[in-house]
């Protein structure tokens, strides 16, 4: 049965896009309140945030050009799907999904070589803070490729070329989560 | 009746005769908006019966401690905090956030904004599964080595954070795992109520033709959303704490405990307008139908209700005066919390000027409404002591501060339902609950409720702690003329609770042999009432069109002292009967 009110637009958006703003608004406090608890602890305790030196700024850096890439690509995708070209948009989409598998790729490098080194979860103070922030951001990111490929699946024959646009709001504020863990973890020390 | 025979266009336009014929399929995997609000309602009633016994299990003990509890048996002290805890928890977000936000959410909106459906109706039934799935999760905690969750509902570290300190290491990782996922279900819902009252109004129905309540569900919604966050990240922060070693809240390892405070309570105090709003907006529907009269100050409720959002996320700290924080952030917080009681007033001035001067029908829902504004006044004003740093500091963690809350939570979750349940029973079900057994279980509810909490009133201004397994070893706490008033409390909840099987009575045999309730047995006005009773699977044979505000009552140029939202203005059916044919095809 075709619900109605699924296709009426009384506040004068898309309820699809409508609905999109709303789950991004509900993320932002779930992050915020993980940050806002970090830079507690970093003003309560000078001195508290000392391992940052041993992030490397450069492969953070080359993680948030990887990401900022792909958000491109999914605007460009969102373009393709405008005019209607869906195999476009669905090529469009499955590559910023294979940026985002990049960035997983690089952050569990990352990872993997903190924890050799001692800076484990369990180690308290500021690595706990940085891999379940790093780490909620992760799995955001393989939440959004899961939804990409099963957008991309869809837009490649054509059929709901508005979630292209919806899963591009998505992409974007992952990707703005990580300029904001990028400054906060790796940039201001 | 006008307001029915107002939706004509194409019968054949609008297919919703589609019935599923399975049994499982109709009741428990349907999308129907309102087949999920009866779920969310009976399963929160089945939890409120949990949530009852335990409580009785914990003032039977107060009362008469040592002595073994009817029906339970000996309560040890881990049984008495796992039993208080759980009461606590199931109170809050088993039973009011299910039934006043989730159930009349789920069931009203639709109908009150003219649509056939939630915009996403599967969300919607995965927004009810999560939420019994979170349910089972807690019941089945109860039967873990250990037994449920004992660190009471706040779960403050590092009582909650290790096992060797709760003693329930299995029961309070499953009680935060059930309490995630409840959060969870109940952000996929309330973007769905956000959503949809935004997006799936009827034609002609703007924003401020949207009657108070839906407005109230989803302010509460968006409240919701925007404080529960940090929780999220605290509850997973918490779980980490617990099982995989890590020390956000541990002080032995360089953590925080505060911090949980400080992230539990940004969540905990909206939580509070989280749940009250929506039986605000219940008694906004019932006063003005009741009292014959159009509501005062439609905007300034809706106004004050958005005043009442924004400030209480600047007062969660009056929670934590005792737990070290700066004075003169306290100084602060106690100005927010004095500040916040100025729009709840002002919402509560509004419903009894909608009173004055009107012709008051006292039906079972008017009495609940208008006692939820009293007893809600008790609450109100007894929390500015609390708010107050000062007195808060002699009044903190005593029977005082439980009895004013119960005197916030009982009119939210029990008065506000029973309110909502017995306004809408006739369109939910078809048919008329009983008067008369109505009217005693109202009375056997109110007059026990007051005799419940004005005793703790008495015995925390006293000094009687809370949470306390038994008094006896405290000479001065264990006079008799405190226990005297301990037993009080008991008794009367024993009587209160012997009341509740009266309402379950009523109910049950009303949904057969009930008298059959019309489209609109009280002549109100909003859209609800001009489908069918119950309403059938997509609500109305055409969707309906909105000409006017929902409380025009006893209007001077009207015979009939009611106007339907959707009744056409007489020069103008031309027109609508085009615009309806219009919605149907779009």
Same mark, same amino acid.
């Given at each position: 049965?075709?619900?109605?009110?699924?296709?009426?637009?009384?506040?004068?958006?898309?309820?699809?896009?409508?609905?999109?703003?709303?789950?991004?608004?509900?993320?932002?406090?779930?992050?915020?309140?993980?940050?806002?608890?970090?830079?507690?602890?970093?003003?309560?305790?000078?001195?508290?945030?000392?391992?940052?030196?041993?992030?490397?700024?450069?492969?953070?850096?080359?993680?948030?050009?990887?990401?900022?890439?792909?958000?491109?690509?999914?605007?460009?995708?969102?373009?393709?799907?405008?005019?209607?070209?869906?195999?476009?948009?669905?090529?469009?989409?499955?590559?910023?999904?294979?940026?985002?598998?990049?960035?997983?790729?690089?952050?569990?490098?990352?990872?993997?070589?903190?924890?050799?080194?001692?800076?484990?979860?369990?180690?308290?103070?500021?690595?706990?803070?940085?891999?379940?922030?790093?780490?909620?951001?992760?799995?955001?990111?393989?939440?959004?490729?899961?939804?990409?490929?099963?957008?991309?699946?869809?837009?490649?024959?054509?059929?709901?070329?508005?979630?292209?646009?919806?899963?591009?709001?998505?992409?974007?504020?992952?990707?703005?989560?990580?300029?904001?863990?990028?400054?906060?973890?790796?940039?201001?020390? | 009746?006008?307001?029915?025979?107002?939706?004509?266009?194409?019968?054949?336009?609008?297919?919703?005769?589609?019935?599923?014929?399975?049994?499982?399929?109709?009741?428990?995997?349907?999308?129907?908006?309102?087949?999920?609000?009866?779920?969310?309602?009976?399963?929160?009633?089945?939890?409120?019966?949990?949530?009852?016994?335990?409580?009785?299990?914990?003032?039977?003990?107060?009362?008469?401690?040592?002595?073994?509890?009817?029906?339970?048996?000996?309560?040890?002290?881990?049984?008495?905090?796992?039993?208080?805890?759980?009461?606590?928890?199931?109170?809050?977000?088993?039973?009011?956030?299910?039934?006043?936000?989730?159930?009349?959410?789920?069931?009203?909106?639709?109908?009150?904004?003219?649509?056939?459906?939630?915009?996403?109706?599967?969300?919607?039934?995965?927004?009810?599964?999560?939420?019994?799935?979170?349910?089972?999760?807690?019941?089945?905690?109860?039967?873990?080595?250990?037994?449920?969750?004992?660190?009471?509902?706040?779960?403050?570290?590092?009582?909650?954070?290790?096992?060797?300190?709760?003693?329930?290491?299995?029961?309070?990782?499953?009680?935060?795992?059930?309490?995630?996922?409840?959060?969870?279900?109940?952000?996929?819902?309330?973007?769905?109520?956000?959503?949809?009252?935004?997006?799936?109004?009827?034609?002609?129905?703007?924003?401020?033709?949207?009657?108070?309540?839906?407005?109230?569900?989803?302010?509460?919604?968006?409240?919701?959303?925007?404080?529960?966050?940090?929780?999220?990240?605290?509850?997973?922060?918490?779980?980490?704490?617990?099982?995989?070693?890590?020390?956000?809240?541990?002080?032995?390892?360089?953590?925080?405990?505060?911090?949980?405070?400080?992230?539990?309570?940004?969540?905990?105090?909206?939580?509070?307008?989280?749940?009250?709003?929506?039986?605000?907006?219940?008694?906004?529907?019932?006063?003005?139908?009741?009292?014959?009269?159009?509501?005062?100050?439609?905007?300034?409720?809706? @106004?004050?209700? /958005? =005043?009442?959002?924004?400030?209480? +996320? %600047?007062?969660? *700290?009056?929670?934590?005066?005792? #737990? $070290?924080?700066?004075?003169?952030?306290?100084?602060?917080?106690?100005?927010?919390?004095?500040?916040?009681?100025?729009?709840?007033?002002?919402?509560?001035?509004?419903?009894?000027?909608?009173?004055?001067?009107?012709?008051?029908?006292?039906?079972?829902?008017?009495?609940?409404?208008?006692?939820?504004?009293?007893?809600?006044?008790?609450?109100?004003?007894?929390?500015?002591?609390?708010?107050?740093?000062?007195?808060?500091?002699?009044?903190?963690?005593? @029977?005082?501060? /439980? =009895?004013?809350?119960?005197?916030? +939570? %009982?009119?939210? *979750?029990?008065?506000?339902?029973? #309110? $909502?349940?017995?306004?809408?029973?006739?369109?939910?079900?078809?048919?008329?609950?009983?008067?008369?057994?109505?009217?005693?279980?109202?009375?056997?509810?109110?007059?026990?409720?007051?005799?419940?909490?004005?005793?703790?009133?008495?015995?925390?201004?006293?000094?009687?702690?809370?949470?306390?397994?038994?008094?006896?070893?405290?000479?001065?706490?264990?006079?008799?003329?405190?226990?005297?008033?301990?037993?009080?409390?008991?008794?009367?909840?024993?009587?209160?609770?012997?009341?509740?099987?009266?309402?379950?009575?009523?109910?049950?045999?009303?949904?057969?042999?009930?008298?059959?309730?019309?489209?609109?047995?009280?002549?109100?006005?909003?859209?609800?009432?001009?489908?069918?009773?119950?309403?059938?699977?997509?609500?109305?044979?055409?969707?309906?069109?909105?000409?006017?505000?929902?409380?025009?009552?006893?209007?001077?140029?009207?015979?009939?002292?009611?106007?339907?939202?959707?009744?056409?203005?007489?020069?103008?059916?031309?027109?609508?009967?085009?615009?309806?044919?219009?919605?149907?095809?779009?």
């Amino acid at each position: 049965m075709k619900v109605q009110a699924t296709s009426r637009t009384a506040a004068g958006l898309p309820t699809g896009k409508l609905a999109v703003w709303w789950v991004i608004a509900s993320e932002v406090p779930i992050f915020g309140g993980l940050l806002a608890s970090y830079l507690m602890n970093r003003v309560a305790n000078p001195g508290w945030s000392e391992g940052l030196e041993h992030l490397n700024l450069w492969i953070g850096a080359f993680n948030t050009l990887v990401l900022i890439s792909s958000s491109l690509v999914v605007m460009l995708a969102h373009a393709a799907a405008a005019r209607g070209d869906g195999q476009k948009a669905a090529a469009r989409l499955r590559l910023t999904a294979a940026g985002g598998a990049l960035f997983l790729c690089i952050k569990a490098y990352e990872w993997s070589v903190k924890i050799r080194a001692g800076h484990v979860p369990s180690a308290g103070g500021l690595w706990q803070y940085y891999f379940s922030a790093t780490g909620l951001h992760a799995a955001h990111i393989l939440v959004g490729i899961t939804i990409l490929l099963i957008v991309a699946a869809g837009a490649a024959k054509g059929k709901e070329l508005q979630r292209v646009e919806l899963i591009g709001l998505y992409w974007h504020f992952v990707d703005v989560v990580w300029v904001a863990l990028f400054h906060l973890f790796y940039i201001v020390r | 009746m006008a307001s029915i025979t107002a939706s004509h266009g194409d019968p054949h336009a609008v297919d919703h005769h589609h019935e599923e014929t399975n049994w499982f399929l109709k009741y428990c995997w349907s999308t129907d908006h309102k087949i999920i609000g009866l779920q969310y309602m009976f399963t929160g009633m089945a939890m409120a019966l949990m949530g009852a016994f335990f409580i009785y299990v914990v003032r039977m003990q107060i009362a008469f401690p040592g002595h073994p509890v009817p029906g339970f048996g000996i309560v040890s002290p881990a049984a008495y905090n796992a039993a208080a805890t759980l009461h606590g928890s199931i109170m809050i977000f088993w039973v009011a956030m299910p039934l006043i936000i989730a159930a009349f959410g789920n069931y009203i909106i639709p109908l009150m904004v003219g649509a056939d459906d939630m915009v996403f109706p599967k969300l919607n039934r995965l927004s009810y599964q999560l939420f019994l799935l979170s349910a089972l999760i807690l019941i089945a905690s109860f039967f873990v080595p250990g037994g449920g969750f004992g660190g009471a509902w706040t779960s403050y570290p590092p009582l909650s954070a290790s096992g060797a300190f709760n003693l329930t290491p299995m029961g309070s990782t499953m009680w935060l795992l059930a309490v995630a996922i409840e959060f969870v279900a109940f952000l996929v819902g309330g973007i769905n109520f956000i959503v949809t009252a935004m997006n799936a109004r009827a034609r002609g129905m703007s924003f401020t033709d949207v009657p108070i309540v839906v407005w109230m569900i989803v302010l509460s919604s968006i409240l919701f959303m925007m404080s529960v966050g940090p929780l999220v990240a605290g509850a997973v922060m918490l779980l980490m704490d617990q099982n995989f070693g890590t020390h956000f809240f541990d002080p032995k390892h360089g953590g925080d405990p505060v911090l949980w405070q400080h992230l539990f309570w940004f969540f905990g105090h909206p939580e509070v307008y989280v749940v009250l709003l929506p039986p605000m907006g219940i008694v906004a529907e019932i006063i003005p139908v009741f009292s014959r009269k159009k509501l005062f100050g439609y905007r300034t409720i809706i @106004y004050t209700a /958005i =005043a009442t959002g924004v400030l209480s +996320f %600047f007062v969660w *700290a009056h929670h934590q005066f005792v #737990a $070290g924080i700066d004075p003169r952030m306290a100084n602060v917080f106690s100005a927010t919390t004095v500040l916040i009681s100025i729009p709840l007033a002002e919402m509560c001035f509004a419903y009894i000027a909608t009173l004055y001067g009107s012709s008051i029908r006292f039906a079972v829902p008017m009495l609940w409404a208008l006692a939820f504004v009293g007893e809600f006044l008790i609450g109100g004003s007894t929390g500015i002591f609390l708010g107050a740093s000062g007195a808060d500091i002699h009044l903190h963690d005593t @029977y005082f501060v /439980i =009895a004013h809350f119960h005197y916030t +939570f %009982f009119p939210i *979750a029990i008065i506000g339902t029973f #309110a $909502g349940l017995t306004y809408w029973f006739p369109k939910m079900f078809g048919r008329h609950l009983n008067e008369f057994w109505g009217k005693v279980h109202f009375w056997g509810t109110i007059i026990p409720f007051n005799f419940i909490f004005i005793p703790m009133f008495i015995n925390g201004l006293a000094g009687d702690p809370r949470r306390y397994y038994s008094y006896e070893h405290f000479p001065q706490l264990a006079t008799p003329g405190l226990q005297a008033l301990r037993m009080t409390s008991t008794i009367a909840t024993v009587v209160m609770l012997g009341f509740q099987v009266v309402f379950l009575v009523n109910f049950v045999v009303s949904l057969t042999r009930g008298r059959k309730a019309e489209a609109n047995p009280y002549q109100a006005n909003t859209l609800e009432w001009a489908a069918a009773s119950p309403p059938p699977h997509g609500n109305f044979p055409v969707l309906p069109t909105v000409y006017r505000a929902p409380y025009e009552y006893n209007h001077p140029d009207r015979e009939v002292d009611y106007w339907p939202q959707n009744e056409e203005p007489k020069e103008a059916i031309a027109v609508v009967s085009q615009a309806a044919s219009e919605e149907a095809t779009r």
